[in-house]
């Protein structure tokens, strides 16, 4: 059982490069989520999924578009690559609303 | 709106003995509470979870919380650590009143505890 798998590991980007981090769980969850991860400040969200079909920005979704066309599968798409993009991205999932979320290992982005 | 504190960047204790990392909550309805782990370089991990019943939770590895509504906090504690917990640690709240993004978990800023022998 795989869980959440998110990829890439790492990645450098150049400034106005676009790119996606694909994650996907094999939990046949509802719930997925994106967060990112700056040091000293927790884990912010950027966008989340209640089912294939359906997204919804969260805190932080300025610079990032998501799809969900499958229930599997919650990929996170920037567009322009910017410097304050710079972070550690987390995808999660959960069962419910209420549930506590899986996390993937996390991928982290450097923009230079 | 939601909100969660962790008061201290970071907690040293000594191996053997007990440990407390501190979570404030602030929410309009009825609280749901969690606490996860976070190693270097891995993704954070669930320990336990408040949503109603006994204030005290057990949870992963000998970890334990106390919920305490008058306080509003969601302390974790453990009474005997370990060098292999040191780690980072997020207590995190979800607002039962509220649903669509106004209901999402939302993330302290985590405390690092480290355990010395």
């Known amino acids: 059982n795989a869980g959440v798998t998110q990829t890439p590991k790492f990645r450098i980007l150049k400034i106005g490069q676009s790119m996606t981090l694909q994650c996907a769980q094999d939990?046949?969850?509802?719930?997925m989520y994106w967060y990112r991860q700056d040091p000293g400040m927790g884990l912010k969200l950027i966008y989340y999924?209640?089912?294939?079909?359906?997204?919804d920005k969260g805190e932080v979704p300025n610079g990032y578009n998501v799809s969900r066309s499958t229930t599997e599968d919650f990929p996170l798409r920037l567009e322009l690559a910017a410097p304050s993009q710079t972070s550690v991205y987390f995808c999660?999932?959960?069962?419910?609303?209420?549930?506590?979320?899986?996390f993937g290992e996390g991928s982290r982005l450097t923009v230079l | 709106a939601q909100s969660v504190a962790q008061p201290e960047d970071q907690v040293n204790v000594a191996e053997g003995n007990p440990l407390t990392v501190k979570c404030t909550y602030s929410?309009?309805?009825?609280?749901?509470l969690f606490w996860y782990v976070q190693y270097p370089n891995r993704g954070l991990q669930f320990l336990l979870k408040?949503?109603?019943?006994?204030?005290l939770v057990k949870g992963s590895y000998g970890f334990e919380a106390e919920f305490n509504k008058s306080q509003t906090s969601f302390h974790l504690k453990k009474p005997s650590a370990l060098v292999s917990d040191s780690a980072l640690y997020f207590c995190?709240?979800?607002?039962?009143?509220?649903?669509?993004?106004?209901?999402?978990?939302?993330f302290g800023k985590g405390t690092k505890l480290s355990v010395k022998p």
């Open positions: 929410v309009s309805g009825n609280p749901y």
């Open positions: 995190a709240v979800r607002d039962g009143l509220w649903g669509g993004s106004q209901g999402n978990l939302i």
């Open positions: 408040y949503i109603t019943g006994d204030n």
């Open positions: 999924s209640v089912g294939a079909g359906i997204t």
């Open positions: 999660a999932s959960s069962p419910l609303k209420t549930g506590e979320l899986f």
């Open positions: 939990m046949n969850h509802n719930y």
